[in-house]
């Protein structure tokens, strides 16, 4: 039977709202979207087959360059599965560096999906606010790392540099404010009502529709699904690290608890600097042949590296799974289907914050 | 210079409506452009509105290594912006490919090959002031007296 459909409505590849070119093609009956596509394809660059066969102090780099917005952790995921393959201990120090950086680019990461949000559902002002403060984030990244996005900070064996007693007290001072700053902020967000009639009860993924479309990060655990690679991590279990769940399963819920986990990450921040331990930052060792499978918690999800090395620690095979893929599934089947309005979309999509280059790499 | 040519002189410097395509990069560029919108770079004070539209565009700014996705839609892209108009490549990976431009990859860089760019920013990424600047510098030597250079 032919499937009454009013208009087949395409949103992309160049849209305002998205950062990136993907294309949702929406089948609506009237305003109400009955059917969702999702189009990729346009970002392909065929990452993995440049980086087999080269060896790792280059497949570092393009590791990285999988995706400039967590840039952090894909290094942080490819050095510590090198580490395991090849028996590397690390420093305590470095350890704790290893996570100030890691939470700092999770910070960054969730500041600019919430001021995507808040932009598409035009409340510019708040949007302008968080942005403010995701530069103060990026100031402290750039005072420990030396640089803005790319910054390559995790070698095998430790990290690149140390972090200065002042930058150690500058970056005190500066969190305390952002944390002010960000409980004004989460107030605006939770009480304003305008936005909470884009974002309460919309978008909605039930806990059964997030675990069949293999939801992972903020988007699976505001359907109330406790998953988190950190709760493996032998650094952040030492530091008491527990997942924010939340059950509303809406939009709604979907920024709190990015909102929420920034202000963990502030926690685990401050007990990092206060646990740090006075040593080196760099150890010894060398990348020998092996194959694993090393899991991290990227600020959208888990990421999983695949890794077979040679004995010359070249990279022999490699796979990556970057979390958006499975949003953006639980996206399409679940959370589109039956949005009230065609502006809807674009908002429900952003909030799972989708980043198609590290989908297609 | 016409009066008509000074003011229009006159309007086109405060007036710049910036479109941008990512057109296969890593999202590291990307970034550092929203960043240009925030309060403490503040594009808007220099009167460019950066928002997507490429049918009321001025600057088009490429950013990425051309990926074949792109092949039947970047020049359409270019041919709907009216004139007077400028491309600008942010990045190295339009200049050059950057890491992204060996073999078995699936890109074509440079963007120059595809759309003709007024001005390139290198840098991976570069930053957010770096691409300010460039805009700006794209104001003073494209826009400014455009009927009287195109004549």
């Known amino acids: 039977m032919k499937r009454t459909v009013d208009v087949n409505i395409p949103l992309g590849p160049v849209h305002p709202c998205f950062k990136e070119p993907a294309r949702v093609k929406c089948e609506t009956k009237g305003e109400r ?27 570092m780099f393009l590791a990285e360059r999988v995706c400039g917005i967590c840039s952090v952790i894909h290094n942080m995921v490819f050095i510590e599965a090198l580490e395991q393959i090849g028996g590397i201990a690390v420093p305590p120090r470095a350890r704790y560096l290893r996570v100030v950086a890691n939470e700092l680019d999770r910070m960054q990461s969730h500041l600019l999906a919430n001021f995507s949000y808040c932009y598409t559902i035009e409340h510019e002002t708040l949007a302008m606010y968080l942005l403010d403060l995701r530069e103060q984030v990026m100031d402290l990244l750039e005072r420990l790392t030396g640089a803005r996005v790319t910054c390559a900070y995790m070698i095998p064996g430790g990290v690149r540099c140390d972090i200065h007693q002042e ?5 005190h001072v500066s969190l305390d404010r952002i944390e ?18 884009r974002s309460r009860g919309i978008g909605i993924l039930t806990q059964e529709a997030a675990y069949q479309a293999h939801a992972v990060g903020p988007t699976a655990r505001a359907s109330g699904i406790a998953v988190d690679q950190r709760t493996q991590h032998p650094t952040y279990m030492k530091l008491g690290f527990a997942p924010v769940v939340r059950h509303d399963c809406d939009n709604y819920a979907r920024i709190m608890v990015r ?26 060792g060398t990348c020998i042949a092996g194959e694993i499978r090393y899991s991290g918690e990227a600020p959208r999800g888990e990421l999983t590296y695949v890794i077979k090395t040679d004995e010359y620690g070249r990279v022999v095979e490699i796979q990556i799974q970057t979390p958006s893929i499975m949003n953006i599934e639980a996206c399409c089947h679940s959370m589109i289907i039956g949005a009230d309005s065609i502006a809807d979309v674009t908002s429900t999509f952003v909030s799972a914050d989708p980043c198609i280059a590290c989908t297609e790499r | 210079m016409s009066i008509l040519q000074t003011i229009k002189n006159k309007v086109r410097s405060r007036s710049i409506h910036v479109s941008y395509v990512d057109v ?14 925030a309060p403490r770079y503040d594009i808007e004070q220099y009167g460019i509105f950066v928002h997507n539209n490429p049918r009321e565009a001025d600057v088009l700014i490429v950013i990425g290594a051309y990926t074949h996705g792109w092949e039947e839609k970047l020049a359409p892209l270019w041919e709907k912006i009216p004139d007077p108009k400028a491309a600008i490549a942010v990045g190295n990976c339009p200049i050059s490919g950057c890491c992204f431009n060996r073999r078995g990859s699936y890109v074509d860089p440079p963007v120059s090959k595809h759309i003709p760019i007024a001005a390139e920013v290198p840098g991976c ?4 002031t770096e691409i300010l600047n460039a805009i700006l510098s794209v104001r003073d030597s494209v826009f400014a007296d455009w009927e009287v250079k195109r004549r």
């Open chain 1, 33 to 59: 979207v009955i059917a969702a596509e999702v189009e990729l394809g346009y970002m392909k660059k065929g990452i993995e087959r440049i980086m087999k066969g080269r060896p790792w102090q280059e497949v």
């Open chain 1, 167 to 171: 930058n150690q007290e500058f970056m």
């Open chain 1, 180 to 197: 002010t700053e960000l409980v004004r902020y989460t107030g605006m967000f939770e009480t304003g009502p305008m936005i909470a009639l």
């Open chain 1, 259 to 284: 909102f929420d986990e920034i202000f963990q990450s502030i926690q685990l921040i401050r007990a990092c600097l206060s646990g740090l331990q006075k040593g080196i930052i760099r150890g010894g």
């Open chain 2, 24 to 37: 296969g990069s890593c999202n590291g560029c990307d970034i550092e452009l929203l960043a240009c919108l």
């Open chain 2, 125 to 128: 990424p570069p930053r957010p």
